[in-house]
């Protein structure tokens, strides 16, 4: 067995930690939530006090124009565009994730008519079905929602597969779906495929076009730091976006949507799958995140978040006792950015690492999940929060009565 | 004829007089484009900062409970109700105004599975029927959309009819349409009914519940000062959450979100028909613009409103000449919050006032308009910009080649 690697030894030859400077510091805190909500990036503090005073507040409406509000859906999915192996003109932001794959799940299911059967996988994040259930009662007809477990989704590709919807990094364990490979199968069988980047895009290598992916969606509040609720985005490669009409064809996704005609005239590109009026303040937010990956550059995340997974994975090791079980590939290159362990206590854990300024996060009833941020995590933090992970299990420092009052989990 | 009132006592005599000062002064300008874009209040600059700096800053994920960022759509939807007749938890933020009318216009044609027509009115704002043509796409069968001029809505309401989709004041004309009336009509023959209250909330008195309104959406960023593409709301009457669901089935809508399950189960009440996670910082900026109209307090509003639009149509009066025509209705019982006029030199009107300082609005091909909101504005600001309107037009000031040049407008 290698030796961990050093971390100060790395945080040195870390082509990203200037970026790091980028974020405003959170004092003595860990923070390993950035795959749930990342972290504020200086920039956006001051960008948002622009937005919020002097383009809404002195240009008012004329922002629009004057301040390219209307342009930004556009210009922020081309910025992401170049985080995922995407080109120009195929990424849009709009709306939420959730909404976004009803449009695509639904431009499927038209484009394959005759064919019955969305295909999935089941205990992924659970919006994902909420939505391909709600588009499969609209649409109607005999489609079903069938689900099989990955390493059955193979074999379920069939010829009544219209379309196959996977999360390309799984929310609780981290495990990295093949892309081209599953992509290819569904090829092979006539069935498109809709990707789900959510815990992806911005932190391990995507490259949609180089799997000739179709469609693909994507949040951007957790390792785009685009904030809070920050609106999704979505991708249609260029081949079908001319074939493809999205159920929500709201003005935004009109040809013209300023000549106020009755009829719907889908814009031209992966425009036509805008819908409303986009929420300005929570778009600008969200370019200032993006605009810092953009920044770092997708290969350098990637290596950089790959390698502070297999340090956080090695450092505890089975320092902490076989009651703590990784159900994260320990292999890197088929791992997401975050680290998930089961544990019994796990609730009482993660609220144990908390009290030590480790700032992870619980799912029910028995897995914690530490998100590795690239950008503003240092290889020291990581190495650090491993240690005290293993201290408060190995010790059991979690059965204080305190970390076992259970709060609302978000 | 009376005489035209005298704004100076007007001003002297209005009880939102004080609440003009929680707007950030635009120097020198009068913005008639409150019906497009609210102007940016000023605790709306601070809460904006705090938002941004010490709750997503610095309470990172755990913002969602620590500081109810999970609860805001509820609570700024219950602040909403009180502004337009309808009780607390009957309505929420969501989304945009289109993907709302989406997911109310689909469960209300699966709640009249038999009848066919969606019916509503040609020329209104038009993602309205976007939308509804895009639901319809996605049901499916052989639904259709049958519009119908103003004047002839209530004899096309047939028992054909599943609902009936109505902006409640007319984007372009200010026309109001009358609730009770058409809610009844509908009703008397089994049609459900939605109402658009873009043009109304915050503006004009809405009584949902005393109408017996059935279900309603509506515009942040409008007279509800919400922001830039601030989120929409929508209205769903406590007799009917139980029997609706939303297409846009996503995890906010859900019973138990946290429990992370893979079946959707909706929610009590109108919860069921939030879908994605919210734009939080959009959704802050709404809740402190709404916190002014609920201070103001929805009578003083349209009584104010009212008085601004009877003085602007006085004070103009027919001292423009005859070119100039008024398309709003005089009455101000059958009015919106804007006054809008036609003149074949629309545009470069509209060119000419904004270098004199008043800012309205040009619609395609002849149509100008001037949005009067009753917190932001004085009398006296509406008696000028009125003046300036007849100066401009009798002077034919429009004439200055300058104000011909075409830019976009949104």
Redesign the interface.
Known sequence: MTAPPDPLLQDLHDPLTRIRDAF?A?DGLI?L?GN??G??PVA??GR??DA??A????S??????SHD??GLPHRVGDAIAGLVGAAPGEVIVA?????NL?KLA?AAMQARPDRKVVLSE??D???D???L???I?????DRRLV?RAPEEIEAALTEEVAVLVLCHVHYKTAALRDMARLTKAAHAVGALVIWDLSHSAGVVEVDLNGCDADMAVG?G?KYLNG??????FLFVAARHQASL????????G?AAP???????QPAPGVARFA?????????I?LEAGVALSAAAGAPAIAAKARALGDLFIARVGDRAGDALTLISPADGAARGGHVAFRHPDAYAIVQALIARGV?G?F??PDVMRFGLSPLPLSFAEVARAADLLVEVVATRAYDDPAYKVR????
């Open positions: 405003v959170q923070y939530c749930s909500l972290q504020l956006t503090r948002m006090a919020v005073e383009e809404w507040g002195r008012l409406v004329r922002g629009w124009n509000w209307i709306d939420s994730t959730s909404a009803f639904v089941p205990g994040f659970p919006t079905l909420y939505m259930e709600g588009a009662r609209t649409l109607g007809g689900l949040c509040y904030g809070p609720g920050a609106p999704g009409v999205s159920p929500l064809s709201g003005w935004m009109h300023f000549t106020f005609v009755d009829d719907y819908c409303g009026t986009p929420p300005i303040l929570s778009l937010a700032v996060d799912r029910d709060a609302k989990v978000t």
